[in-house]
């Protein structure tokens, strides 16, 4: 008798350690071969020939040239973030090969990281750790390290998709007007607490605090430059959960500097990991290694929805969370 031929695995290539339970889903259905952290292209194109697929970090810039130096046989990008702005989506269109992202599931973590900005911005977080920390604290005083107030402040929101209406749903908790602008129209459902602008300038002219969560791109690159800073009122606060380029990081330094704004919270970077020595040195500001994410559950599931894409794709089944449709 003929053996039963064995249905043909997809070979997938990962540049970064992944969770245990998503390295074993990926293991039911393909032969995946995981890299130990390498966001350099050369090595990473070194390690292609062979797969049909490669999942990739936003430390992986899939850029044009990157793409056409992709072997033939790789149909598939999926990238362990929602924000793809890493990846040439038109290069990747061209050559046909479809991409892949991690929508919803890190919404709500990514959400509470900028609550955890806001506050540790807006309450000296930083200066407060260290002075404990380094042995400086020498007890309760009536001056000491006072920080902006927040309960019923007016919080604008720019970008109000997935991550921005969850922020917003915490801003209730805290007594907070919550200020957005949309480009399509309003439908039902707003909370009263949230109220629609005519434009993103009018949010950050309205606003005691910003957050920032539009994705990164041509069009928003360094939107809020320093013309934008200047609509804020004295004293503002700014908060990126987003992405580093959203932001002129010069006219930001400058007005944490002059003190024009309070302070900021950021969890992303212009040329990240590298962080610039004058937003380091800047301040009032609180920093932190774009963890947005990270935490067990989201990690977790931004994962297994790539799994379940990547075993989709080459089932022959619906895709999720397609970006790129050739
Ligand atoms: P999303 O649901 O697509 O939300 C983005 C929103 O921005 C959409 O509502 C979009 O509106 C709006 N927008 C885009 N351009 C605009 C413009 N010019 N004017 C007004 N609104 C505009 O994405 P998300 O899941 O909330 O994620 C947002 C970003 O957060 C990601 O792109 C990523 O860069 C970042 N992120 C960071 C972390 C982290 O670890 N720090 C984690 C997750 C995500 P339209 O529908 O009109 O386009
Ligand atoms: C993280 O920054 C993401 O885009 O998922």
């Known amino acids: 008798m003929m053996p039963k031929s064995q249905p043909v695995r997809p070979q997938v290539l990962?540049?970064?350690?992944?969770?245990?339970?998503?390295?074993?889903?990926?293991?039911?259905?393909?032969?995946?071969?995981?890299?130990?952290?390498?966001?350099?292209?050369?090595?990473?194109l070194a390690r292609c020939a062979g797969h049909?697929?490669?999942?990739c970090t936003l430390m992986n810039r899939i850029t044009p040239d990157?793409?056409?130096?992709?072997?033939a046989s790789i149909r598939l990008?999926?990238?362990?973030?929602?924000?793809?702005?890493?990846?040439?989506?038109?290069a990747l269109k061209a050559r046909g090969i479809v991409l892949v992202n991690t929508p919803?599931?890190?919404?709500?973590?990514?959400?509470?990281?900028?609550?955890?900005?806001?506050?540790?911005?807006?309450?000296?977080g930083w200066e407060a750790q260290a002075m404990l920390r380094q042995g400086q604290w020498h007890g309760w005083e009536p001056t000491q390290l006072l920080g902006a107030d927040i309960y019923g402040k007016t919080l604008g929101i720019l970008g109000?998709?997935?991550?921005?209406?969850?922020?917003a749903e915490r801003a209730r908790g805290f007594g907070m007007q919550v200020r957005t602008y949309v480009r399509s129209p309003a439908g039902n459902g707003l909370a009263d607490n949230v109220h629609l602008c005519g434009?993103?300038?009018?949010?950050?002219?309205?606003?005691?605090?910003?957050?920032?969560?539009?994705?990164?791109?041509?069009e928003t690159h360094a939107w809020l430059n320093a013309d934008r800073l200047a609509l804020l009122k004295p004293g503002a606060i700014v908060i990126n959960t987003a992405r580093g380029g959203l932001i002129d990081e010069t006219a930001l330094?400058?007005?944490?500097?002059?003190?024009?704004?309070?302070?900021?919270?950021?969890?992303?970077?212009?040329?990240?990991?590298?962080?610039?020595?004058?937003?380091?040195?800047?301040?009032?500001?609180?920093?932190?290694?774009?963890?947005?994410?990270?935490?067990?559950?989201?990690?977790?599931?931004?994962?297994?929805?790539?799994?379940?894409?990547v075993d989709a794709f080459f089932a022959g089944r619906p895709l999720a969370s397609r970006v790129v449709i050739p």
Not at 52 to 55: G, K
Not at 104 to 124: E, F, I
């Open 52 to 55: 049909d697929a490669l999942v």
């Open 253 to 309: 330094i400058n007005a944490l500097r002059s003190g024009r704004i309070a302070a900021a919270g950021l969890d992303v970077f212009v040329g990240e990991p590298k962080v610039s020595e004058e937003l380091l040195a800047a301040p009032n500001t609180y920093l932190l290694p774009h963890i947005g994410s990270a935490t067990t559950g989201a990690r977790e599931a931004m994962g297994l929805s790539l799994v379940r894409d």
């Open 104 to 124: 919803d599931v890190l919404t709500q973590a990514t959400a509470d990281v900028t609550w955890l900005l806001l506050l540790g911005a807006a309450r000296r």
């Open 199 to 218: 434009s993103l300038e009018e949010v950050v002219q309205e606003s005691d605090f910003i957050s920032l969560h539009l994705p990164l791109s041509t």
């Open 77 to 90: 990008v999926a990238t362990y973030s929602v924000g793809f702005d890493h990846v040439d989506v038109a």
């Open 66 to 71: 990157f793409v056409a130096r992709l072997p």
């Open 14 to 44: 990962a540049t970064y350690a992944m969770p245990q339970a998503v390295v074993e889903q990926f293991g039911q259905f393909a032969d995946l071969t995981v890299l130990d952290g390498v966001s350099d292209q050369e090595q990473v």
């Open 160 to 167: 109000f998709g997935r991550i921005g209406r969850a922020v």
